[in-house]
């Protein structure tokens, strides 16, 4: 059964007649994640803001969305804020704004975890710090006490990660989580999301452009080129067998600077040993 199921979803700019994503069609299963690869302004972050209720009032969202036997986009305001933040969690590309800077990130971490968990606060602060020790961040209490601007952007997209992690949501939407990380906090980031989907079912949508990270993470991809789907399916089909001609371009590209940096780092190798 599927967790959510997304028909036609279309956003269109009222001011401008223009529409900006068209008939985006998916489904998320329970403890799945689904990969949403395509490069800058093809719509893939405008999608993901529309299925949580968080596109300007003058772009205009339609289709369906069905959660839980409700219709994300039919929701009304009260409803939805019900929903975002407790069952479905969104990470958002720039972490420096999701963070108030008049508050430390210990008191805004806390705040969430107290609200959406109902529990103390000596409790949100020890979820916290464990949140944030898988994370791969040394001394949580120290980051904690910092303010959003005492840290650095891929320092906040951990802590932007953890709370969605300590809440344990039904649905995560993690957009570009990994861009501001280094190789060593990408994969810590990465095995966090799987063991999330391991131990408490939650399904996430991965929208990236780097294709290694969503190969590993994702069981179904879904490519998007100037606010349209050209293909979907099972991850080993779209990145072994691509159908449309766009896909095989990003895949090809991937396989090329793979093979360049192989053999740019063998030859390091070599020169390093005579």
């Keep these: 059964m599927n967790l959510l199921e997304v028909k036609n979803l279309t956003v269109t700019d009222l001011r401008k007649k223009e529409v ?8 998320l299963k329970r403890n799945s994640c689904l990969g949403i690869v395509g490069e800058s302004g093809s719509g893939k972050s405008m999608a993901s803001k529309a299925l949580m209720g968080l596109t300007n009032p003058l772009l205009k969202v339609t289709g369906t969305a069905q959660f839980d036997d409700m219709d994300l986009i039919q929701m ?89 992690m300590a809440v344990k949501p039904d649905i995560i ?11 060593i906090n990408q994969n810590e980031v990465v095995n966090a999301f799987q063991k999330l989907r391991n131990e408490s079912g939650t399904a996430v949508i991965f929208i990236s452009h780097d294709l ?3 190969q590993r993470l994702a069981q179904t991809v879904l490519v998007m080129k100037d606010g349209k789907q050209v293909e979907y399916g099972e991850s080993r089909d779209v990145f072994s067998q691509p159908k449309h001609e766009y ?6 590209t991937r396989v090329q600077l ?17």
């Design 20 to 27: 900006i994503v068209k008939d985006l069609c998916f489904t």
């Design 76 to 164: 009304k305001s009260k409803q939805m804020r019900k929903i975002r933040g407790r069952r479905i969690c969104m990470i958002l590309q720039d972490a420096m704004t999701a963070f108030d800077p008049l508050f430390t990130i210990g008191s805004q971490m806390n705040e969430t975890i107290r609200e959406k968990l109902d529990v103390s606060r000596k409790e949100a602060e020890n979820i916290s710090i464990i949140e944030l020790q898988k994370m791969n961040i040394g001394e949580p209490l120290h980051v904690l006490k910092k303010y959003p601007h005492q840290l650095s952007g891929g320092m906040l997209q951990r802590c932007m990660i953890a709370i969605a």
């Design 173 to 183: 939407i993690a957009d570009e989580p990994t861009t501001a990380l280094d190789s």
């Design 212 to 214: 290694g990270v969503v």
């Design 247 to 252: 896909t095989q371009h990003l895949v090809n």
């Design 258 to 274: 793979t093979k360049s940096f192989t053999e740019v780092m063998g030859k390091d190798r070599v020169l390093c040993s005579k």
